[in-house]
């Protein structure tokens, strides 16, 4: 568990569901993060059973204020296939985010991010950790700016974003050395 001034990153319980249904149907959600808003409450229940089992790093962010959970965080292997023109050193990580949408713009992803950051980099000791966004997704860009990661690279015309145009994919980095000297 990591805890913030108003969050709690813990791991998703099966009594997580509601608040985790009213998110994973919001289509400005998960289309953003690259899979479909959910149709099917009994879909929603299968995923939350299975992320709590299988997925170590993955968090549910819990706001403080409203004790509810409000969004997830993942730190992951990172996936090299997703970064195909760069050169991935070993054991790099990447994180990936989504947050009810009632909660956007709070500041709540900087903070849970800062924290996950924290705890990989210190506790973990991992040495480089990926994150990229659609170019078209300001938001998940302007969080990973605040932070301090820095542009690597990106992928032309990744995919589709949801106004049906295709969009870039910028990729960001930060290494252990950066954030001890900038934290
Ligand atoms: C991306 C996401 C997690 C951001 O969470 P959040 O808690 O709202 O982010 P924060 O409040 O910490 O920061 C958002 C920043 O983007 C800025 N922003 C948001 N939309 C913007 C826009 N259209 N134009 C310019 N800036 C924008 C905010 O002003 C804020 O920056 P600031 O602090 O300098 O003002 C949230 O929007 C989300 O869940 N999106 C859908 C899923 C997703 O995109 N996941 C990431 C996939 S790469």
Excluded: H
């Amino acid at each position: 568990m990591l805890e913030t001034e108003r969050l709690i990153l813990r791991n998703f319980k099966p009594t997580d569901i509601e608040d985790y249904w009213e998110m994973v149907q919001m289509p400005n959600v998960g289309p953003r993060a690259g899979w479909p808003a959910y149709t099917e409450y009994d879909k929603a229940v299968e995923r939350l059973e299975k992320v709590q089992c299988v997925t170590p790093n993955l968090f549910a962010i819990v706001y403080k204020p409203d004790n509810k959970m409000v969004g997830s965080i993942e730190l992951m292997d990172c996936k090299v296939d997703r970064y195909s023109n760069l050169d991935i050193e070993a054991g790099a990580k990447e994180i990936g985010f989504v947050l009810n949408e009632k909660y956007w713009g709070k500041g709540i992803m900087t903070e849970a991010t800062k924290a996950v950051l924290e705890y990989a980099f210190e506790v973990l000791n991992v040495e480089n950790i990926y994150i990229g966004n659609a170019r078209a997704n300001i938001a998940s860009g302007r969080v990973q700016e605040k932070l301090g990661f820095k542009v690597v690279g990106e992928v032309k015309n990744y995919r589709i974003w949801v106004d049906g145009t295709p969009t870039d994919f910028i990729e960001r980095k930060m290494t252990r050395v950066e954030w001890l000297k900038n934290k």
